[in-house]
Structure formats: structure tokens, C-alpha cells
């Protein structure tokens, strides 16, 4: 069947580092993808997203890039902060499927 | 602007006993919501997609009967878990479309349901 998949479970970067966060797809028909970011105990928190006809959007310290070709997602973060420790999933709109998700920790 | 409320944040129960949870849209119109049950470590799992008025569509696995959903205004769909047992013990999460941004879904804070 359809799938989101996250290629990392876990990830560490350095505080003040970029990090960059992947996702594959298999749903070539899907037009629509949001990055969500989720603290412990919390809900999922939108943090960007972009349809299909653009390749990059960019967000405050935060870019999505989007290569259909390769049905590939990623998130980068830039100059990291301990705030960024969390869960980070991708999806696909309107019925929303996530990926697994991968953990971002930040190294003081 | 476009906040989520889940009531109860948590809640323990009995086994066999039932659980509602709800899921208010505190500022907008919801025209669908949806619920998600997430166990640890893992991802969200849709569960059923509301729809205000109407019978909710469930996910291929989710029992109807055992998750009832309804869906009476716009601002307001409930979650009951029946007859709970410690294999529903999860993480809920309901989610809501904004009336006028269709394709942006708000979450809410998330249940934390413990059957014991």
C-alpha cells in the first residue's frame, strides 16, 4: 500500500548546527506535504509545508525541499537549538498519513 | 488564531469501563476532525474522519462499535472508547480542518488513556 516513511529513527546535532531530516514517499500521486513537530506528551505542531508543484519553501530557520523525482522529502533546520528536540514527522494532505517519525536531539 | 482543546489532557480507567473523550475547536469552524491514536514510540494512526452531521468513516482495523464518534457541531466531535481493555491504552489525538483552509489540520494537545 501507500506509504510515508522516514529513512533515520534518530538524530543528533550540536547545538548552533543544522540538522536535515528525510522522508521518502511512494504516493507519486500526493500534491500536498507538511512537516509537523511533536514534544514529548504533546500533539503533532505544523511547522511548514509545500505542495507539489514547488521543489523549496522556506520558513523561519526552517527549509522543506521536495524532489518528486525521487519522491523525497527533507526538513533542514538551521542553527539549532535545545527547542528543537523532537519527534519529526512528514505527511501527506488531506488524509493525513505519517511517516514514522524521526527524534531529534540537541547537544547542548 | 485555530486552537484545539482535548478533554481530559489524561485519564485512568477500569477495564470494561467507557471513556469519552472530546474535542473542541476553540475558535474556528471545524468542517472535519479527525481522530488518531498513537501508541509509544511510534506514529499517528488515523483512526476516523468525522464529519459534522454525519456518520464518521473509520480506518480498515478501527471498530466502529468499540470507538464511537460523534460529531454534533462544528466546534465539537467526542471520542468514546466501550468497554475499555489495557490494549486500548494510548495516546489520542484529535485533529481539526479550519472551515476556510481546508488543507491545513490544527491537533490538539492529545489523551493519555490508561486502562488498568
Known amino acids: 500500500g501507500e506509504s510515508v516513511g522516514l529513512h533515520l529513527p534518530t538524530l543528533s546535532v550540536q547545538e548552533g548546527d543544522n540538522s536535515i531530516i528525510n522522508c521518502a514517499y511512494s504516493?507519486?500521486?500526493?500534491?500536498?506535504f507538511i512537516w509537523y513537530k511533536q514534544e514529548s506528551g504533546k500533539g503533532p505542531q505544523f511547522i511548514i509545508d509545500i505542495r507539489s508543484n514547488m521543489d523549496k519553501r522556506q520558513g523561519q530557520r526552517v527549509t522543506v525541499l521536495l524532489n518528486k523525482t525521487v519522491k523525497h522529502l527533507s526538513l533542514q533546520i538551521a542553527a539549532t537549538q535545545p527547542g528543537d528536540s523532537a519527534v519529526y514527522f512528514c505527511a501527506e494532505n488531506e488524509k493525513l498519513t505519517f511517516g514514522t517519525g524521526t527524534r531529534l536531539t540537541i547537544i547542548p | 488564531g485555530a486552537v484545539v482543546s482535548q478533554h481530559p489532557s489524561w485519564v485512568i480507567c477500569k477495564s470494561g469501563t467507557s471513556v469519552k473523550i472530546e474535542c473542541r475547536s476553540l475558535d474556528f469552524q471545524a468542517t472535519t476532525m479527525f481522530w488518531y491514536r498513537q501508541f509509544p514510540k511510534q506514529s499517528l494512526m488515523l483512526m476516523a474522519t468525522?464529519?459534522?452531521?454525519?456518520?464518521?468513516?473509520?480506518e480498515q482495523g478501527v471498530e466502529k462499535d468499540k470507538f464511537l464518534i460523534n460529531h454534533a457541531s462544528l466546534t465539537l466531535s467526542t471520542l468514546t472508547v466501550t468497554s475499555a481493555h489495557p490494549e486500548d491504552s494510548s495516546f489520542y489525538i484529535c485533529?481539526?480542518?479550519?472551515?476556510?483552509?481546508?488543507?491545513?489540520?490544527?491537533f490538539g494537545p492529545g489523551t493519555r488513556l490508561t486502562v488498568l
Open positions: 504516493n507519486s500521486a500526493s500534491d500536498y
Open positions: 468525522s464529519n459534522e452531521g454525519s456518520k464518521a468513516t473509520y
Open positions: 485533529s481539526a480542518n479550519n472551515r476556510g483552509r481546508v488543507n491545513e489540520q490544527f
